[in-house]
Nanobody, 115 residues
Framework: QVQFVESGGGVVQFGGSLRLSCAAS????????LGWYRQAPGKQREWVAD???????NYVDFVKGRFTISRDNAKTTLYLQMNSLNSEDTAVYYC?????????WGRGTQVTVSS
C-alpha cells in the first residue's frame, strides 16, 4: 500500500510562504490523483487541493490564488506552495490519494502562522 511522508512545515509570519513536500512510496505514484488535506486544532480534517495524473488541479475556495499544488512523478513527490499565509492556515497538513484516501495517513507536517 502506498505510504506518505510529509515535510516542510514550520512557523511563518503572517503573509509569509512555505513549500510543503510529500514523499510517496509503495505504490504507482504516477497514476494517482493526489490531494493535500489539513486539520486545524479542534476541527475535522478537510481537503485543500488535489491534482490529477494529468496535472489538472482543484482548490478549495479559501486557498485559491494563494496555494499551488504540483507533482514530480520521477521523484514520487507531491508539493504544496503556500503564499500569503494567514492565521486560519495554521494546521497539520497531510497528503493522500484523492478523493478516496488510503487508511494509513502520514504523520503530517505542522504549519503555524504567527501574527
Amino acid at each position: 500500500q502506498v505510504q506518505f511522508v510529509e515535510s516542510g512545515g514550520g512557523v511563518v509570519q503572517f503573509g509569509g510562504s512555505l513549500r510543503l513536500s510529500c514523499a510517496a512510496s509503495g505504490g504507482i505514484f504516477s497514476i494517482y490523483r493526489l490531494g493535500w488535506y489539513r486539520q486545524a486544532p479542534g476541527k475535522q480534517r478537510e481537503w485543500v487541493a488535489d491534482i490529477t495524473n494529468e496535472r489538472r488541479t482543484n482548490y478549495v475556495d479559501f486557498v485559491k490564488g494563494r496555494f499551488t499544488i504540483s507533482r514530480d512523478n520521477a521523484k514520487t513527490t507531491l508539493y504544496l506552495q503556500m503564499n500569503s499565509l494567514n492565521s486560519e492556515d495554521t494546521a497539520v497538513y497531510y497528503c493522500n490519494r484523492y478523493p478516496n484516501p488510503v487508511s494509513n495517513w502520514g504523520r503530517g507536517t505542522q504549519v503555524t502562522v504567527s501574527s
